[in-house]
């Protein structure tokens, strides 16, 4: 009774109540829900690259929510598999929602199943209580002195990037793939700030890390179909055998830092992440037990090295395709930071570029949707949401949405965020209410000192390879990469 409850008469009950409420959806097919509908959409939408570069890609990313918000209205509910999903771009309820009801919200199941053998229970995957505490504890390591800290490894890391690219174009090269560079680079920087000095060996875990998240993704495809996770899967010994090498690096340097302690050659575990998460995992009564923080420095890496390094790559190529921006961008870096490395006080004067950051955030956010299940029955203006219902917010679509952002919404258009007076809700790259995204800050300093270092050193346009082809693997990626042709300021 309990399986047919689970996969029948829950979902059908939720269905009616968000009828009766005149809120409607495609028909699902028992068990897999729209997902067929959704997958056709999305293959037919990118089977071909653009034809320009035009940042009108709504209809090709999510196809599905343009098709069901033509017919259905602004509110729709979809399935996803057995999850319904009710896709809500009311501004006022999204905001009234991420900050009132975080305590009673949060990722279902399946996002949970999802990601387990790779990031585990780190605190982009918990729930409730634990999130809580997840959150309190690390949040410090992101904010203020600790945060400013940082800015070193950023300036040191982009240095070497700046070298390589130089190298490159002297060993012959003129046209460079840059988000290479820039992944590279992001990676290098977040291994710094979770692992301080060893961070090559950190860089190693991650690159294991990052195979085994395809991995992963490849094994999870059917997850929706229930009792799928008990199928035989010929990915899952590949899996197991890189989970069991990733966490053997990993202990390795945590017994590291354990030993210095003990042996009396360092009186901390550190000033980095893993130093914070060492520091409550040691203290009497502490939360935290080892593959708790192992979850936690896994997680921070994937939260935070490809956001961040499509954040760039899509600016790079904003600007190399709008010149006019570029060179007002390079003249802003020069008249503040006056040919040096940018120092953090200058950072907030560079209010042009933060505003390039924004408009590239705005057409291209690197996460695209926010999925976020409700485990208890809540009012959310009008609508009364049942327990189970996931809500599913398109912030791509919003990003897009004519009505929130004027007719130009799909051009590149930075003045739009000279003045900060714009409705709450609709620019939304970092979620928002308590739980959005912890590295926020970290992130924007990193991106201003990077593109602040990388547009005083090159000029660039955009190369005749280009092909413009976003897609979404998780997050909004080129397909083929950012080709720029790169020429050094200096030569
Ligand atoms: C441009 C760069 C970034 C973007 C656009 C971004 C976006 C987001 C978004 C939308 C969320 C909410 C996800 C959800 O709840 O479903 C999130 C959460 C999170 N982000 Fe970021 N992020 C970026 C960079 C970073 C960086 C650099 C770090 C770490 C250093 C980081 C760490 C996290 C973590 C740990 C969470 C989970 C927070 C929680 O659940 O309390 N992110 N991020």
Known sequence: ????????????????????QGVHGPKPSFLIGNIIEMSSLVSKAVSEDMKTISHDIVARILPHFVLWSNQYGKRFLYWNGIEPRLCLTDTALIKEFLSKHNSISGKSWQQQQGSKHFIGKGLLMVNGEDWHHQRHMVAPAFMGERLKGYGGYMVECTKDMVQSLKNALEGGESEVEIGEYLTELTADIISRTEFGTSYKKGKQIFYLLTQLQTRCAQSTRHLFLPGSRFFPNKYNREIKSMKKEVEKLLKEIIKGREDCVEMGRSNSYGNDLLGILLDEMKKEGGSLNLQLVMDECKTFFFAGHETTALLLTWTVMLLASNPHWQDKVRAEVKEICKGETPSLDQLSKLTVLQMVINESMR??????????????????????????????????????????????????????????????????????????????????????????????????????????????VLTIKPKYGVQVCLKPLDA
């Open 1 to 20: 009774y309990e399986t047919i409850s689970c996969y029948w008469f829950t979902p059908m009950s939720i269905r009616k109540m968000m009828e009766q």
């Open 363 to 472: 057409l291209y956010p690197p996460a695209t949707v926010l999925p976020r299940m409700v485990f208890k029955d809540i009012v959310l203006g009008d609508l009364h949401i049942p327990k189970g219902l996931s809500i599913w917010i398109p912030v791509l679509a919003i990003h897009h949405s004519e009505e929130l952002w004027g007719e130009d919404a799909n051009e590149f258009n930075p003045e739009r965020f000279a003045s900060k007076s714009f409705i709450p809700g609709r620019f939304i790259p970092f979620a928002s209410g308590p739980r959005n995204c912890v590295g926020q800050s970290f992130a924007i300093m990193e991106a201003k000192i990077i593109l602040a270092m990388f547009i005083s050193q090159f000029s660039f346009t955009i190369s005749e390879s280009y092909r413009h082809a976003p897609v979404v």
